[in-house]
């Protein structure tokens, strides 16, 4: 394969080149490259990007999502790697599940699938998860996403036992005795819906907690999905202390604030909840200085059914990958808070290096993982031509710019838009 006259975003910038694919790696870039090839003038190539916080929800949840699904949203919305959390049915704490994951994934032979096993058995926070098993099939993190760790004795296990292995554990924190039910950020909102609210605190105590931890430990730590102004400056100052923390955040914190429930769309309850506008603000600041490192989408579907209930009882999440590189794209790049070379790195370099997989950079050698899109292209979010099962979006009607074209995994093309 050759990509001709496309615009390459490398990690120093920008530049017009040609890139020759052969068996799975890019051979070559140069200005031109002679032989016939795939015009992309006009498109940008990306590293192929990587989401590493996901729902798939097979084995068990199937009918929100599975991983054939999940894997089809992923290239359509340009993703080539996925990490995919582990509160399934039965609970991906062991390796046969791991195994199974991975397994389902090279049926599909979309993108690549990477689980992630949970911290405790069953997620029940009482004993360890068979941690060296796991990765001994594949798993490439740990998680007890949903939820945290109550007992932060088992916490500083966990993050000692997993560095033995070579992975990390990647947190939702969440005191569930300071959310007591909450479902919306605590303030003007929860006051205005009579939604019962949830205080910042909820988070940041547990972002505290995992920040010391890594610290008296001197072990790495990565905190999932940040939400509040407080949590990003606790992550500021321990990055300044030289702590071996790293943090994610999604559109949705960055895109809106807590005053989309006054509707009461169930489509915008999700789990850390949409805070405010100075919330909204420091993470952004925080993924234009370096605070946050990556953009996640959090994918987390549902069935219509799920949703289509009172506020209260609906279930938390947003079908993530179809928009998130649109929204990043426009209200981050043409907001003017990242170049491009910046967003490839948190939505694909900076993922890459936490959990030490392939890939990140369009370069010489490296694996031809790969994503061209039209900048220039804009479109309006419809859930209604989403691939993936879950239909579940606050952003239905927003106008975006960055229209996917193609997906090429391992120097193969996985997705190719309708128009391209």
């Given at each position: ?107 599909v032979n979309l993108c690549k699938v990477h689980p992630i096993g949970a911290i405790t058995e069953g997620q029940e926070g009482k004993n360890l998860a068979a941690i060296g098993a796991m990765k001994a099939a594949g798993a490439v993190a740990l998680s007890e996403d949903g ?33 007591d039910g909450g479902v919306v950020n605590e303030g003007y909102y929860s006051t205005l819906t009579g939604l019962k609210g949830s205080i910042r605190a909820a988070e940041d105590i547990l972002i505290a907690r995992e920040i010391c931890l890594a610290e008296s430990l001197s ?202």
């Amino acid at each position: 394969m050759i990509i001709k006259n496309a615009d390459v975003v490398l990690q120093d910038g920008v530049k017009r080149l040609d890139i020759r694919v052969e068996n799975g790696i890019v051979a070559e870039l140069a200005e031109h490259i002679a032989g016939e090839g795939m015009d992309c003038t006009g498109l940008t190539v990306f590293p192929g990007l990587i989401d590493m916080h996901v729902h798939l929800r097979e084995p068990g949840f199937e009918k929100k999502e599975d991983i054939a699904s999940g894997s089809a949203a992923a290239v359509k919305g340009g993703f080539t790697q996925i990490c995919c959390m582990p509160n399934t049915r039965p609970v991906t704490d062991n390796k046969v599940v791991v195994s199974y994951i991975l397994n389902r994934a090279r049926e599909v032979n979309l993108c690549k699938v990477h689980p992630i096993g949970a911290i405790t058995e069953g997620q029940e926070g009482k004993n360890l998860a068979a941690i060296g098993a796991m990765k001994a099939a594949g798993a490439v993190a740990l998680s007890e996403d949903g939820k945290s760790v109550a007992n932060t004795s088992l916490m500083a296990n966990a993050m000692l036992y997993a560095a033995d292995f070579g992975l990390k554990c990647l947190c939702h924190c969440e005191d569930a005795s300071l959310v007591d039910g909450g479902v919306v950020n605590e303030g003007y909102y929860s006051t205005l819906t009579g939604l019962k609210g949830s205080i910042r605190a909820a988070e940041d105590i547990l972002i505290a907690r995992e920040i010391c931890l890594a610290e008296s430990l001197s072990l790495p730590v990565h905190i999932c999905h940040v939400s509040t102004y407080s949590g990003v400056q606790l992550i500021r100052e321990a990055k300044a202390r030289g702590v071996k923390v790293t943090a994610e955040t999604c559109p949705h914190y960055f895109t809106l604030t807590d005053a989309a429930i006054a509707d009461f769309d169930t489509n915008t309850k999700v789990n850390p909840p949409l805070r405010e506008e100075r919330d909204r603000l420091a993470v952004i600041e925080g993924l234009r200085d370096g605070t946050l490192d990556c953009i996640v989408t959090d994918h987390a579907p549902h069935h219509f059914d799920d949703k289509n209930v009172e506020y209260a009882v609906a279930a938390f999440g947003i079908s993530g990958l179809e928009t998130s590189f649109a929204l990043s794209y426009t209200l981050l790049v043409k907001g003017g808070v990242l170049t491009l070379s910046e967003l490839a790195r948190k939505m694909s370099a900076a993922p890459a290096a936490i959990l030490s997989l392939q890939g990140g950079a369009v370069e010489e050698g490296g694996v031809a993982d790969l994503t061209i899109a039209d900048l220039n292209a804009q479109w309006t979010i419809d859930p209604a031509t989403f691939v993936s099962k879950g239909k579940n979006t606050p952003f239905a009607g927003r106008q975006v710019f960055g229209k996917v074209r193609y997906t090429i995994v391992d120097g193969e093309i996985r997705y190719r838009e309708e128009n391209a």
